[in-house]
């Protein structure tokens, strides 16, 4: 909005040049969205514990989650939604197809979710809406929006998936493409769900992942950086960094309040949305692959889950003390800032690796 107007004011004012720059305009979209986040947050959260809108703990979660973080508000993705729209719509080129097609995905998602985290606080319950209704949910929103992305998209390779570490290997998915990037921004989503489970657990890899695709969609739209790495040009691509950049900034500002002891969670309203909104990135970028190395906690998150849930069905057995996996290690014994930290460094060992391929094909 804002850059839009900046644009026509550079004839008379060549200052203004200087927001033409990607590189300014992710870092405003940063900064602003970190600063809004910042500004918001306590009378937030005020008004959110006067109005009683806290989170639901699971009865069958660890002792300490029962008594260290019941009376804690909730929905603080409405926070990180106010400080990402901040950003990119004040730094953002609104007349780019890609950056509207991530506003749809994080927007959508993010209704869904706060729908989710109403359900829970209303009914004083962990279940909120049902799988069943969540899902086909997600599946028919990133549905229409692949739909909508496939008729405005001026990529001819949108369909192709692309190996990191091969310079060559690509596989065109042609209409296979669709149930793909569908099961992208569905299992991303929900990966990054099961993830928000301790205090600051999911923020920092969001970030760390938003950080890696910044740059990867900064160097996949600019014509020279990709061809010296060896990667897919798309035009227009470099836009979606502004996003990213507001991502990283909410994000930020939100840890300041979601550090442990948490003061807020970001619930289903903000974890639902930067899910699907980094799958949503992976597959304009068309690096679904790299998506998957540098969030790979989140992966592996999700695949506990689905191990504990195979195994129990099939043997009657469990894997694990307690799915998802982190709750597994607090039940061995694990503080819960031990965990926290150590998901950390692996998301930065990852985040490293997935930006590692960009350069080794």
């Known amino acids: 909005m804002l850059y839009n107007l900046v644009l026509g004011l550079i004839d008379q004012y060549t200052f203004l040049n200087v927001f033409k720059y990607l590189t300014v305009r992710t870092g405003l979209a940063m900064f602003t969205s970190m600063l809004i986040v910042l500004l918001v947050g306590t009378p937030f959260i005020n008004f959110f514990s006067a109005r009683q809108i806290l989170n639901p703990i699971r009865d069958d979660g660890p002792t300490d989650h029962i008594i260290k973080k019941i009376g804690t508000p909730t929905m603080g993705g409405v926070l990180i939604l106010l400080g990402l729209f901040s950003g990119i719509l004040l730094w953002g080129d609104l007349s780019n197809n890609y950056v509207w097609f991530l506003l749809y995905i994080v927007t959508s998602y993010g209704l869904l979710g706060a729908y989710d985290d109403y359900k829970k606080i209303k009914f004083n319950n962990s279940s909120g809406i049902s799988f069943k209704f969540k899902i086909i949910a997600q599946i028919l929103i990133a549905l229409l929006g692949i739909l909508i992305l496939m008729q405005l998209s001026q990529n001819d390779q949108l369909k192709d998936l692309y190996f990191p570490f091969f310079k ?152 694990f003390k307690m799915a998802p996996i982190h709750h597994h290690f607090e039940k061995k014994g694990w503080a819960e800032s031990t965990v926290v930290i150590r998901f950390w460094i692996i998301s930065i060992i990852l985040a490293m690796i997935g930006l590692a391929t960009l350069k080794l094909r």
């Open 168 to 319: 060559n290997l690509v596989i065109n998915l042609g209409w296979f493409f669709i149930p793909f990037a569908v099961f992208i921004i569905v299992g991303s989503s929900n990966a990054v769900n099961l993830t928000d489970g301790l205090d600051g657990l999911a923020t920092v890899p969001v970030i760390l992942v938003a950080a890696c695709f910044a740059f990867i969609c900064y160097v996949t739209g600019n014509i020279v950086f990709s061809e010296y790495l060896q990667i897919l040009y798309i035009e227009g691509m470099g836009e979606a960094s502004v996003f990213c950049g507001s991502i990283i900034g909410a994000c930020l500002g939100f840890l300041w309040f979601n550090a442990p002891p948490a003061k807020i969670f970001m619930g289903d309203t903000g974890s639902l949305a930067l899910g699907g909104s980094l799958g949503a990135v992976g597959i304009i970028t068309k690096h679904e692959i790299v998506l998957a190395i540098t969030g790979g906690l989140f992966v592996l998150e999700a695949v506990s889950v689905i191990v504990q849930v195979l195994s129990f069905k099939l043997t009657g057995k469990r894997v």
